[in-house]
């Protein structure tokens, strides 16, 4: 029980210690994507297998506590970022399930990134990221769809595609698809292929237009208005364009 109530605090208490615990477990996805993406330049051996037990390992410590303090292990197993642990897990302890899905790691860290409790604590910590919550969550949402269709692309095409040899030869074939430059050189064979380049192109440019509309719109401030619940105002509203109620946005003052 004790240990319960100490892992409940780490994972949604507003302590010092738990804010940096949640921080750690983001800097540690990013850790193994990166991983994962400078890994795909190199043949197997000993040493990598070795890491990506290690790796697993601590995956499957990470998400043992959180299926420990769960209120319904099995809603928390069967959702996407459950289903996407067990994945990683596998494919990084039993190389034949395939190594290279360890990518579907990157959903945890979605998932991560938009938990009620460290969304908290970053609006806390840092100004920055405060004001520009919108335009970093588009950038976030723009950057994880590359490297996830990235990390795709790779893990299907590079036993069977020359020209796809390694994360590199994925990532140019994905912007290059993605922007709709289609310079040629790279390709992907058969209908599964042309598929995945259709959904690129139709997915990726939806994306890149979210990002834009971000970028160019007037910035907005975050309040939930307690009469009709609308909770994106412009900065220096008094009352609720939509239902006229008076509001009280929290200002950060002169800088």
């Not at 697993?56 to 319904?72: K, Q, T």
């Not at 969550?137 to 990235?150: E, G, M």
Request: with cysteine; net charge positive; hydrophobic share 50%.
């Amino acid at each position: 029980m004790a240990i319960k109530t100490r892992l409940r605090a780490l994972y949604t208490g507003d302590s010092q210690i738990a804010r940096r615990y949640r921080y750690g477990l983001l800097i540690f996805d990013v850790a193994v994507i990166l991983y994962m993406i400078v890994t795909s330049f190199f043949e197997s051996s000993v040493l990598l297998e070795t890491l990506d037990v290690l790796i697993g390992l601590i995956v499957a410590a990470e998400f043992g506590a959180r299926l420990m303090i769960s209120r319904d292990v099995w809603r928390d197993l069967l959702m996407p970022a459950g289903i996407a642990d067990v994945v990683v897990i596998l494919s990084l302890l039993v190389p034949v399930a395939g190594e290279g899905f360890a990518f579907v790691r990157v959903l945890r860290t979605l998932r991560l990134m938009r938990s009620y409790h460290l969304l908290k604590g970053l609006r806390a910590d840092f100004l920055y990221f405060r004001r520009n919550e919108a335009t970093i969550f588009a950038l976030i949402n723009l950057a994880l769809f590359v490297f996830v269709t990235t990390a795709l692309v790779f893990e299907l095409e590079h036993k069977v595609n020359p020209g796809i040899q390694n994360y590199a030869d994925a990532l140019y074939f994905t912007v290059a698809t993605l922007t709709t430059t289609g310079f040629g050189d790279v390709t992907l064979s058969g209908p599964q292929g042309r598929l995945i380049s259709v959904a690129i192109m139709i997915f990726g440019v939806s994306l890149f237009v979210r990002l834009i509309q971000i970028l160019f719109r007037p910035a907005k401030a975050t309040y939930e208005c307690t009469g009709c619940g609308l909770t994106r105002h412009d900065p220096d509203a008094v009352h609720c364009k939509h239902c006229g109620k008076l509001i009280h946005i929290k200002t950060e003052g002169a800088t």
